[in-house]
């Protein structure tokens, strides 16, 4: 079964620009646990521009919600991650200035850096993940970090649908980093600019197990609800 992981960072997106307590991502991290989703993904950026630490504090202590924290390699965030103790981790590229992540990790750069990171968590037991581009070569690199799974970038593939052009070659790559990272033992995820179409076309991938989704689920709700939205999704890649 393919799994659903609701991002819900724009929750707390909505409740900073008022700078008060509503709407509340504890509340929605619940919320969306008990209308589908198999998981609750949040982002702790180093600027905090969503989600706050007392927040990733809160959302990881509920009971029986599984909880995918994207953190970035900052030594500050990956204590605080670790003292906490999400059920999985993934590691994402940060830069203050984008306005979304803009591509997986660059693994060749931060090779030794991220094997002492995923060093740190596989003795926890906390699951992690590396957020990559679909590289065949990062798949070959990942292996040899011995990580439990990598979330394929899909911003570009996503952006190829929304404007009508051809997405075949992308769709290509992501198939065969899929089945390379499957091979090798590795969970593949697949996340980033995903809506119902997207994720439609790349369900058909069977190595992918799990789609984190945030943006499009959290606007979409404005208009028909995450109770509708969260549905949809899961009967899409059922």
Do not use: W
């Not at 180093?46 to 007392?54: G, S």
């Not at 984008?98 to 850096?113: F, R």
């Not at 002492?116 to 993940?129: L, M």
């Amino acid at each position: 079964m393919k799994r659903l992981g609701v991002n819900i960072d724009h929750v707390a997106t909505l409740r900073n620009a008022r700078g008060e307590l509503h709407p509340d991502p504890l509340f929605a991290a619940k919320y969306v646990k008990k209308i589908g989703a198999d998981s609750i993904t949040i982002h702790l950026r180093e600027d905090r521009r969503h989600i706050k630490d007392i927040d990733a504090k809160k959302i990881c202590s509920i009971k029986g919600l599984l909880v995918n924290l994207e953190i970035s390699t900052n030594p500050k965030i990956i204590k605080i991650a670790l003292k906490i103790n999400p059920d999985f981790v993934c590691i994402v590229p940060e830069n203050r200035k984008e306005i979304t992540t803009e591509g997986g990790l660059n693994l060749i750069k931060n090779k030794l850096k991220l094997k002492k990171i995923i060093k740190r968590f596989k003795k926890k037991r906390i699951r992690t993940s590396l957020f990559i581009n679909p590289s065949l070569n990062d798949i070959k690199i990942a292996k040899n970090l011995d990580i439990d799974c990598v979330e394929i970038h899909t911003g570009y593939f996503s952006n190829l649908i929304k404007k009508k052009r051809n997405y075949s070659k992308e769709f290509d790559r992501i198939k065969k980093c899929s089945l390379m990272a499957n091979q090798s033992g590795i969970e593949v995820h697949a996340g980033h600019g995903l809506d119902y179409k997207s994720t439609k076309i790349l369900s058909k991938i069977n190595q992918i197990k799990e789609f984190n989704i945030g943006h499009f689920i959290i606007g979409e709700s404005i208009f028909f609800g995450l109770s509708k939205v969260i549905k949809n999704f899961k009967k899409i890649i059922k």
